[in-house]
């Protein structure tokens, strides 16, 4: 697609969300990955013109084996985050205010400076001045396994993302050794190490970097990064109430009511 064709594609979404259409069904089948990341960056800065957002990072998904399983890629995507979505950790959410909504576990960088295309683990490691423990809420919108390309176009499926304190690092390395332990409504449910993601969630923000270079963008000093999570997806029902542990980096909570 040229730039004329995104920018229509880009109104006909605008459009369909509105009304609630959110994988907007005239679109099956015609994109391609690439228009989608496409007209995913359109609709974001679009949001952030109209209504007064403000884009402060991005997520990387499908990082974990586990979670490429579970929808049928295999390769990492990426999704901006909304200052917006940005929550505290044990936040109590409306469980009817989301679509299908599910969590992931995560950690969640800092960046204090530029990272760019092409950087190693150690300048990603310079990079970073603090790591949160996190949750991400996604919402179901859409057929995602069925569609990629419309749920990418649709931000990813993200809806917000739960942060703990933010802890500094001595060791980097050792992050791919760390676990993170799943607890749901007091019952441990899953678990999974941070070389899950990528090998290393230092990985997840280099792929991102190569990534964003594609599309004209880039990774900047002050901004976010959810790195990916370290087990498969967990659907959320009313009353849910979320524990994830991340050892010594500290926890992440959150309900739904």
């Known amino acids: 697609m040229n730039a004329t064709e995104i920018e229509s594609a880009v109104e006909e979404f605008a459009v369909a969300r509105e009304r609630g259409e959110y994988f907007p069904k005239a679109w099956e089948g015609r994109l391609t990955i ?19 957002e403000r ?3 991005w997520k990387v998904g499908l990082t974990a084996k586990a979670i490429q399983q579970q929808f049928g890629f295999d390769e990492p995507v990426f999704g901006c985050l909304l200052d917006s979505g940005r929550i ?3 936040h109590v959410f409306r469980h009817a205010d989301l679509i299908g909504p599910g969590f992931e576990n995560e950690l969640c960088v800092e960046l204090a400076r530029d990272v760019a295309p092409g950087a190693g683990f150690d300048e990603v490691a310079a990079a970073i001045a603090a790591i949160h423990p996190a949750l991400e809420i996604i919402e179901t919108r859409g057929d995602f396994v069925g569609h990629i390309a419309l749920a990418l176009a649709d931000n990813a499926q993200q809806y917000a993302f739960v942060l703990g304190a933010p802890v500094r690092v001595s060791d980097p390395a050792s992050l791919a050794e760390l676990t993170a332990r799943v607890r749901l409504n007091g019952e441990e ?22 990534k964003l270079a594609e599309f004209g963008e880039r990774l900047s000093a002050g901004e976010l990064v959810m790195t990916g999570s370290f087990t498969r997806q967990f659907p959320l029902a009313q009353g849910d109430r979320v524990e994830t542990s991340f050892g010594e980096l500290g926890q992440v909570t959150a309900a739904f009511t």
């Open 34 to 52: 690439d228009d989608a990341y496409r007209i995913q960056l359109a609709l974001i800065r679009r949001r952030c013109a109209a209504q007064g």
């Open 55 to 57: 884009r402060i990072g």
């Open 88 to 90: 505290a950790s044990g």
């Open 189 to 210: 449910v899953g678990s999974g190490l941070g070389s899950a993601v990528l090998g290393h969630p230092f990985n997840s923000v280099a792929w991102l970097a190569r």
